[in-house]
């Protein structure tokens, strides 16, 4: 890859970063879920960038988001800290996943495919978050009531399912677009 190429990747994967940090601040301006969480479109452009620059690239993309998102967080006072562990999860690796959408074969080809690839990242986010309930937030759970159901259907997956289905829409209504088709 020459040097033009390089930066106008390195732009692009930037630019597609920066989108899904703003997208998810707005987003998170009206989020009614008191520990965190917003109905949000911010995981797809960093699927996007796993479509267009392969799995290593999403999954940098997904930390870099992840980061960011934290700082965002702890600018705006709503970082919750617990331990190392429970960031790495709630902000790292629940992001990390989304680039994983890039194990999809050929979805930029394939409508199908496309949106495959977003709703196994929007599944493996929700599984990091789900557990990051479950072993950090379970004494946030409304008393007698089961702390996996707390975390994984009482509190993530209202928040989860909604962000999935917003992306899968908008995922759908941007397929056709030449905007994501790949250039060499």
Not at 131 to 153: E, H, K, R
């Amino acid at each position: 890859m020459n040097q033009s190429a390089s930066i106008r990747r390195l732009t692009e994967i930037a630019l597609l970063v920066s989108i899904a940090v703003v997208l998810d601040f707005l987003a998170g301006l009206y989020a009614p879920f008191p520990y965190g969480g917003s109905i949000s479109p911010a995981m797809l452009p960093i699927v996007l960038v796993s479509y267009r620059h392969g799995l290593k690239s999403g999954l940098l993309s997904g930390l870099a988001f992840g980061v960011l998102q934290s700082f965002v967080a702890v600018g705006i006072g709503q970082f919750w800290f617990l331990s190392i562990l429970q960031v790495a999860l709630d902000y790292g690796f629940a992001f990390i996943v989304l680039g994983f959408a890039g194990l999809v074969k050929a979805p930029l080809e394939h409508r199908g495919r496309f949106l495959l690839g977003i709703g196994l990242a929007a599944f493996l986010r929700y599984l990091m978050h789900g557990l990051s309930g479950v072993v950090f937030w379970g004494a946030y759970a409304p008393d007698g009531m089961n702390v996996w159901f707390y975390s994984f259907i009482a509190y993530n997956l209202p928040y989860m399912a909604a962000s999935a289905a917003l992306c899968l829409v908008i995922g759908w209504l941007i397929y056709p677009s030449a905007a994501i088709r790949k250039f060499e």
